[in-house]
């Protein structure tokens, strides 16, 4: 008989629904994960007491989905979500229950949830894990299985398509058969789930330890082509790379590289679509595949690609500067201008993605970073930081230039940058007098 630990302070949350007639179960992830010794910080609960009698055994609860018979106990300064056993009805938008259906039975409960290995529960009062569909068959062989009719369990909730191949690839394991072809045969239905979910799935994957596991199964199922058509393109570009033979699987080990150094979610979604514009830039030069101009394509498909899947502004900013820059190859001979205008371009609070992203890009295609290239760079950028960069580092301003008799509007804004191109590749020449007589001598000659 398998138990999992019960924290003392669930164990006593737990003897107030004993008390007043009702059972308390720990279910899900916290119980397979324990099982697979992997740690899990987030404990979901069921239980047979409806809302409203869950609302009368504490002082604190907040309906947080009432509709859906969960609440959020407050307990010993601790919250617990917790929910009704429930049946589902009907899914016709193929993503939420048209109606849901208060039961008693702990079993019909389980047998609406997805995968067999999400479907453990353990009783609050002892640890007693219950496993009703094989669940824990099913961890040790390494397997995500829908419980009941796969066609079913993702006909009704399309999203299960994508926690799938995120399961897969958050534990390594592979898809049972049925499940896997029930998948593909319904991978147009993901199409009906909203683009903040989907995004939210993909990035799980992405931050999984080996997310290439999960993102092959979204292309071999199909999925990625409903999701990202432009990505699934990238399949059929053949591309001569250390560990892929076309360019997605060199996309995909470049995700994996910046999961291997655990790099940040940005990094990691940078990688995914870095290469994105290549099938739109390829052109044969004889024996060669050339891609001119891949960076600025992708950074345009990647823009659209993100607003689809509704990216915050800021990742949108950041991840399209990464792609838009990630074909850089210092040079000994980059004089300080060179630099100043990459940072000016990149922005100084992204140079460190920037390395990142060069390092994950290098390691797919030559199995290994150039270190000591981008060392020199970094080198390089630190050894400028201090000069002047930016319009605000100029010792004149707009005002100033208006005191000169030079209009507001296009020409004071194209003066400036004049000024600050000089400045750049000369930074001594940042005296306010000098600049002051430069500017009216750029002024004179328009």
């Not at 059972?23 to 740690?39: F, I, K």
């Not at 389980?110 to 496993?131: K, P």
């Not at 931050?207 to 979204?218: Q, R, T």
Request: glycine share 6%; hydrophobic share 40%.
């Amino acid at each position: 008989m398998k138990k999992i630990p019960i924290p003392e302070s669930i164990r006593e949350l737990s003897e107030i629904f004993t008390s007043n007639g009702f059972s308390l179960y720990v279910v899900g992830g916290a119980v397979r994960d324990y099982l697979l010794r992997t740690e899990n910080n987030d404990w979901d609960f069921c239980t047979d007491a409806l809302p409203d009698q869950v609302m009368k055994m504490f002082r604190f609860v907040v309906p947080t989905g009432i509709n859906h018979g969960t609440v959020t106990v407050h307990f010993k300064g601790c919250e617990y979500e917790i929910t009704t056993f429930r049946t589902e009805g009907y899914y016709s938008d193929r993503r939420h229950p048209d109606s849901v259906s208060f039961v008693t039975d702990l079993e019909e409960d389980l047998s609406r949830r997805d995968f067999t290995v999400n479907a453990l529960a353990a009783d609050c009062r002892n640890g007693i894990i219950i496993d009703l569909f094989n669940g824990i068959e099913d961890l040790n062989k390494g397997i995500i299985r829908a419980i009941g009719d796969p066609y079913k369990r993702f006909d009704e909730d399309a999203l299960r398509l994508l926690r799938m191949c995120r399961f897969c690839s958050k534990l390594g394991f592979t898809a049972d058969v049925s499940t896997y072809e029930s998948a593909k045969s319904l991978a147009p239905t993901i199409e009906a789930v909203s683009k903040e979910r989907i995004y939210d799935e993909i990035s799980k994957i992405l931050m999984s330890k080996v997310p290439s596991v999960g993102l092959e199964m979204m292309y071999s199922t199909g999925l990625l082509k409903h999701i990202i058509p432009e990505l699934d393109r990238c399949a059929e570009i053949e591309q001569d790379k250390v560990g892929s033979d076309n360019v997605l699987k060199h996309v995909f080990n470049a995700v994996d590289a910046a999961a291997y150094y655990n790099y940040s979610l940005t990094v990691r979604w940078t990688m995914l679509l870095h290469d994105i514009g290549k099938p739109s830039c390829m052109k044969k030069i004889g024996n060669f595949t050339r891609f001119f101009g891949h960076d600025i394509k992708g950074e345009e498909i990647a823009l659209q690609v993100m607003k689809d899947l509704k990216f915050s502004n800021a990742m949108q900013s950041d991840i399209c500067t990464l792609i838009r820059n990630h074909m850089i190859r210092y040079k000994d001979d980059w004089t300080d201008g060179a630099v100043k205008r990459l940072v000016n371009r990149v922005g100084v609070q992204r140079m460190n993605m920037l390395y990142e992203v060069l390092w994950c890009d290098q390691i797919a295609s030559e199995g290994k970073p150039r270190l000591e290239e981008t060392d020199k760079l970094r080198r390089h950028v630190e050894s400028v930081l201090d000069q002047p960069m930016t319009l605000k580092d100029l010792k004149i301003n707009g005002e100033d230039l208006m005191n000169l008799g030079i209009p507001k509007g296009p020409e004071l804004g194209r003066i400036l940058n004049q000024l600050l191109e000089m400045v750049i590749d000369y930074p001594t020449l940042n005296d306010r007098e000098t600049l002051l007589k430069q500017a009216q001598s750029l002024f004179d000659a328009k």
